[in-house]
């Protein structure tokens, strides 16, 4: 019978305070090396479009792909010390609010760091490529995310894109702290509570 009842295990487990630390650095590890073949094979689908701009424009396309690598690894390095910093998080009652705080501040990071590449490769794209950097920029992965994102393919259009994006990254960064902040103090003020 207790073979057929296999709810109680299952709940069991999730309450265990060592699961979702386990499960959530399990999920991220996956993520980031889907996340790797993913940005691989945009990177090499990215070379096609680089090589069929015009020649002056391909000195922008290959500073970009060569910033392209940089950014992802700025990405992967992230997720890969999230990781670590999850699965050092002691074990204690109320154990969600400082996994929670540290997934939110991943978050953060890494589209932060996504928007601070994009505007800095992209405005280098615009001001090599003018107005052929849309074909290049349009086939990023996770670009869409942004919405509709106008480019003018002067240097003025180049420095706006770079400006906007390391400003939109600056504010992404400084959200994604002040909620994770936001659970380590609710959880400080939990902690104190017992005492």
């Known amino acids: 019978m207790e073979k057929i009842m296999f709810i109680k295990v299952v709940l069991d487990n999730l309450s265990k305070e060592d699961f979702f630390k386990k499960t959530a650095a399990l999920f991220i590890r996956i993520l980031t090396a889907l ?103 349009r086939n990023v992965p996770m670009i869409n995310l942004l919405g509709k994102v106008g480019l003018k393919g002067d240097f003025l259009g180049g420095l706006t894109f770079m400006v906007q994006l390391i400003i939109t990254g600056c504010i992404v960064i400084f959200i994604s702290y002040l909620l994770s902040e936001g659970f380590k103090l609710t959880h400080g003020i939990e902690k104190n509570t017992r005492k």
Request: net charge positive.
């Open 35 to 137: 996340l790797l073949i993913n940005a691989l094979v945009s990177w090499i689908k990215l070379w096609k479009v680089v090589f069929d701009l015009s020649a002056s424009a391909l000195i922008g396309g290959i500073v970009f792909q060569l910033l392209f690598i940089i950014g992802m690894y700025m990405i992967t390095h992230i997720m890969i010390i999230r990781t670590e910093n999850i699965l050092k998080l002691k074990t204690e009652k109320y154990y969600l609010f400082p996994l929670g705080a540290t997934i939110i501040k991943m978050i953060g990071e890494i589209w932060a760091s996504f928007l601070v590449f994009m505007g800095i490769s992209g405005g280098i794209l615009i001001w090599f490529a003018g107005n052929q950097s849309g074909r290049v920029i």
